[in-house]
């Protein structure tokens, strides 16, 4: 199994913002799998600057400023979605019902009826929306995916992930919010941003085939740090640190973190502990019975007990990393350490035919569900509330996905 | 403010297995503080054994197999209860019924009924309850509050602590359970140990003094571990993990993670989050805001972003240590690492009236009430439960602890 060289995918982009940049950064140093053929943005200054420094790179993208034109040209073989938060769900809906797939930037839904609709629109238009999380092709993420279904770890019991990132300085300023973001976070309370985290967890746990998240509770802190940072000028409604419980079908619990306004360290709080086996992002260790050492030892009455011996990560990677990191690691590039690469190759790849979507519209849907979820559970003070199943049964008996070289 | 040279208390203790065991070589090393005065144990052979133990190092003790012969002692001036979880609440309901003071082992309750009875009868006799919760002395628990009250956090938000430590192989065995403690994970689900964790985490927020827990949800894992420790032959009802959120009146959040199933390296998974500062327990680190450093750098756009670097907790301890830790720390001896020593300290300092009970009938009760109230959330599915107030509203108008050398 390998990377398979299909032609490169004619993409167009909808969205000339910030991730818009970094993504545009990352295609133009994969000319074999992908060319940016359109760019849209309804801001006629970006969009002429965007147009200028692709032709500076020998690229003519056709520019557009309505997004449905861009969706009607023949040109474009499918679409990314970098825009802000509130603009993913319609354009990604508009893609799939223009039968274009789509590959849309993180982020998370503010109800579950924009989700359905997604749902039964790339159903019934035979095109798929893939959110383009990243994360689940970091190095470490997929390491501990290799190792759960080499069943290292054993049968899984309980997972962690998070999103803990000081951007507080890049949302609000001594007025008040300065983007999207900070205003989503100065009128919204719960787990804004869950993407990072859950995505590859839901990998590991088998989401949407053969398993399914039923219940999530969210619990919000009191809202602090953005209020500090606005002078006091404006009260938060988002609470500092939002902490969500979720229950799998198979049994599983997932605990997930969002910690995006006090200062402190980055992190993605990654955690797998299964029967046999643990993994630690903060801790940067894996322990694995049989494979990591174990001491015994008695205490100061002359009680045995054992003492369990983290192994720190990298050592595992020799010998467990995941086929398209043994592939990639020696010359990773692109954003976010060759993540975004890699979800844009796969992507690509879907879109060629080559392969199926390693993320497809099912896991696009739940991912985003949480969002909204949280924000139910924290208002109702932490009731647990069901989990929309987007698969209306499938999940029941799809199997893994179809061995390729991009799935996850 | 120093540690007081008062007369050595007399202990008469209650259960003599094996925390009783590693209790008693803890107090032959502290015999300026205590004196075992009275020994009991229903067990006759355990407590000859004990006996004669005591009488090698010169101790003669008043033996007893009947607890209720030993509380009418006057050569008894408090009591210790390491006995088995079940008769924990019992025995330290009738010793300060007797108007002796007592510290318990730690423990959870099986409902607040029981809890209720203890801080009646400690308010009504004026004698206290202790919960002997070690890990409140534990050198980077205190360092960490030292730090806290010094105001380098900031406002705390969110706090994080547990039990993660692999006992399967003391409690369970190829028949199945072997102790009592397995016997309550084959029975019960829920966090059955939340003491270690939520002790010094308790203290932090100010628990029962301005502050208290109001809501508690948890949510626990299927159940694996023990069951192939038994080799199937049982099935025990205590998921593998459970997770529990509480919500506090101020408006901090707190997880709380029970794991004593799989195989795992040791972890009381502390973490402590405010506005300025954290300390992880995992990542080993702390970040406090302008002590710290923080990178300015840019991606692969040309975005700025910072990125903040963790300090190790050992970094910390040259200038915050705690000045117990601070005496302390040169020579540390006694059971889990100084702790017991410390705990057991505190005791009967409180007992001999130098200071205040530093862990108090309405903090043991509260932290055992968390047992019972997320056996209740787990059998709901993860709905919020409310959480007692032990204190019947003396909490609102209660300041800090009296400053004293053994103060939390």
Same mark, same amino acid.
């Given at each position: 199994?390998?990377?398979?060289?299909?032609?490169?995918?004619?993409?167009?982009?909808?969205?000339?913002?910030?991730?818009?940049?970094?993504?545009?950064?990352?295609?133009?140093?994969?000319?074999?799998?992908?060319?940016?053929?359109?760019?849209?943005?309804?801001?006629?200054?970006?969009?002429?600057?965007?147009?200028?420094?692709?032709?500076?790179?020998?690229?003519?993208?056709?520019?557009?400023?309505?997004?449905?034109?861009?969706?009607?040209?023949?040109?474009?073989?499918?679409?990314?979605?970098?825009?802000?938060?509130?603009?993913?769900?319609?354009?990604?809906?508009?893609?799939?019902?223009?039968?274009?797939?789509?590959?849309?930037?993180?982020?998370?839904?503010?109800?579950?009826?924009?989700?359905?609709?997604?749902?039964?629109?790339?159903?019934?238009?035979?095109?798929?929306?893939?959110?383009?999380?990243?994360?689940?092709?970091?190095?470490?993420?997929?390491?501990?995916?290799?190792?759960?279904?080499?069943?290292?770890?054993?049968?899984?019991?309980?997972?962690?992930?998070?999103?803990?990132?000081?951007?507080?300085?890049?949302?609000?300023?001594?007025?008040?919010?300065?983007?999207?973001?900070?205003?989503?976070?100065?009128?919204?309370?719960?787990?804004?941003?869950?993407?990072?985290?859950?995505?590859?967890?839901?990998?590991?746990?088998?989401?949407?085939?053969?398993?399914?998240?039923?219940?999530?509770?969210?619990? !919000?802190?009191? /809202?602090? =740090?953005?209020?500090?940072? *606005?002078? $006091?000028?404006?009260?938060?409604?988002?609470? +500092?640190? &939002?902490?969500?419980?979720?229950?799998?079908?198979?049994?599983?619990?997932?605990?997930?973190?969002?910690?995006?306004?006090?200062?402190?360290?980055?992190?993605?709080?990654?955690?797998?502990?299964?029967?046999?086996?643990?993994?630690?992002?903060?801790?940067?260790?894996?322990?694995?019975?049989?494979?990591?050492?174990?001491?015994?030892?008695?205490?100061?009455?002359?009680?045995?007990?054992?003492?369990?011996?983290?192994?720190?990560?990298?050592?595992?990677?020799?010998?467990?990393?995941?086929?398209?990191?043994?592939?990639?690691?020696?010359?990773?590039?692109?954003?976010?350490?060759?993540?975004?690469?890699?979800?844009?190759?796969?992507?690509?790849?879907?879109?060629?035919?080559?392969?199926?979507?390693?993320?497809?519209?099912?896991?696009?849907?739940?991912?985003? !569900?949480?969002? /909204?979820? =949280?924000?139910?559970?924290? *208002?109702? $003070?932490?009731?647990?509330?069901?989990?929309? +199943?987007? &698969?209306?049964?499938?999940?029941?008996?799809?199997?893994?996905?179809?061995?390729?070289?991009?799935?996850?």
């Amino acid at each position: 199994m390998s990377q398979s060289p299909h032609k490169p995918v004619k993409l167009g982009i909808i969205g000339l913002g910030p991730r818009g940049a970094t993504l545009t950064a990352t295609l133009l140093q994969m000319p074999e799998t992908a060319r940016i053929a359109a760019i849209c943005d309804c801001d006629g200054e970006r969009l002429e600057k965007m147009r200028r420094h692709l032709a500076e790179n020998g690229i003519v993208a056709e520019t557009y400023r309505d997004s449905a034109e861009l969706l009607a040209s023949p040109e474009v073989d499918a679409v990314l979605v970098p825009t802000s938060w509130n603009a993913h769900l319609p354009l990604a809906i508009a893609a799939v019902r223009a039968g274009k797939p789509v590959a849309m930037e993180v982020g998370g839904a503010t109800g579950c009826e924009e989700l359905w609709e997604l749902v039964r629109q790339a159903e019934n238009n035979r095109a798929n929306a893939m959110m383009l999380e990243n994360c689940c092709y970091g190095r470490q993420e997929l390491l501990v995916l290799n190792m759960v279904r080499k069943g290292l770890f054993g049968e899984i019991l309980h997972c962690e992930c998070g999103y803990c990132h000081h951007i507080t300085p890049e949302m609000v300023g001594p007025d008040g919010p300065l983007t999207e973001r900070g205003w989503h976070n100065l009128r919204r309370n719960g787990d804004l941003y869950p993407t990072h985290g859950i995505g590859p967890i839901a990998k590991i746990l088998d989401i949407n085939r053969g398993n399914r998240f039923v219940t999530l509770s969210s619990v !919000s802190s009191k /809202a602090r =740090s953005m209020e500090l940072a *606005a002078g $006091g000028k404006c009260r938060f409604n988002c609470g +500092d640190v &939002t902490t969500t419980v979720l229950k799998c079908a198979n049994g599983e619990t997932v605990t997930m973190i969002h910690s995006v306004a006090p200062p402190q360290p980055y992190s993605r709080r990654g955690l797998v502990q299964g029967t046999r086996g643990i993994w630690s992002e903060d801790r940067k260790g894996i322990f694995v019975e049989g494979l990591s050492v174990s001491k015994n030892l008695t205490d100061v009455a002359g009680n045995p007990y054992v003492e369990h011996v983290w192994d720190p990560v990298e050592s595992f990677y020799d010998k467990f990393d995941h086929p398209i990191w043994r592939d990639f690691r020696d010359h990773p590039t692109g954003g976010h350490g060759g993540m975004d690469t890699l979800a844009l190759r796969a992507f690509c790849s879907a879109v060629a035919g080559e392969s199926d979507y390693p993320i497809d519209v099912y896991d696009t849907a739940v991912w985003m !569900s949480l969002t /909204a979820l =949280s924000e139910q559970s924290v *208002a109702l $003070g932490g009731m647990p509330v069901p989990v929309p +199943d987007f &698969t209306c049964g499938k999940w029941v008996t799809r199997g893994p996905a179809k061995p390729g070289y991009w799935s996850l």
